[in-house]
Nanobody
Framework: QVQLVQSGGGLVQPGGSLRLSCAVS????????MGWYRQAPGKQRELVAN???????NYADSVKGRFTISRDNANNKVNLQMNSLKPEDTAAYYC??????WGQGTQVTVSS
C-alpha cells in the first residue's frame, strides 16, 4: 500500500547541482521521519539527511553546507537539493519513510 517513487538524479559535472524527489502514497504525513541514504558499490549504505516534521533536520558531515533536505507536504514529497557536487557523492540514492519503507533508488554520478 505504501509506495515511494523517486525521480531526479543522473550525470553531472563536479560543482554542479541535482535535485532528487521522492513522492509518497498510501501514508499520512505528519511528524514521521523521512530522509535519504546512499550506497556506492562495495561500500555500506550511509545516511545522507533526515527530516522530522517540517523543520528538524540532520545531515551527514560529508554533505553539510552542500545538500538541503525539505518536505513538500502539499504534494506528499521529500526533496534533496544537492549543490557543489563532488565525485565522492557518486552513489545510488534511496529515500525512506520512517526507516521502514524505501524508494527504488536512483543513480547520481558526478564526473568530468
Amino acid at each position: 500500500q505504501v509506495q515511494l517513487v523517486q525521480s531526479g538524479g543522473g550525470l553531472v559535472q563536479p560543482g554542479g547541482s541535482l535535485r532528487l524527489s521522492c513522492a509518497v502514497s498510501g501514508f499520512t504525513f505528519g511528524s514521521v521521519t523521512m530522509g535519504w541514504y546512499r550506497q556506492a558499490p562495495g561500500k555500506q549504505r550511509e545516511l545522507v539527511a533526515n527530516i522530522i516534521g517540517d523543520d528538524t533536520t540532520n545531515y551527514a558531515d560529508s554533505v553539510k553546507g552542500r545538500f538541503t533536505i525539505s518536505r513538500d507536504n502539499a504534494n506528499n514529497k521529500v526533496n534533496l537539493q544537492m549543490n557543489s557536487l563532488k565525485p565522492e557523492d557518486t552513489a545510488a540514492y534511496y529515500c525512506h519513510l520512517d526507516f521502514r519503507f524505501w524508494g527504488q533508488g536512483t543513480q547520481v554520478t558526478v564526473s568530468s
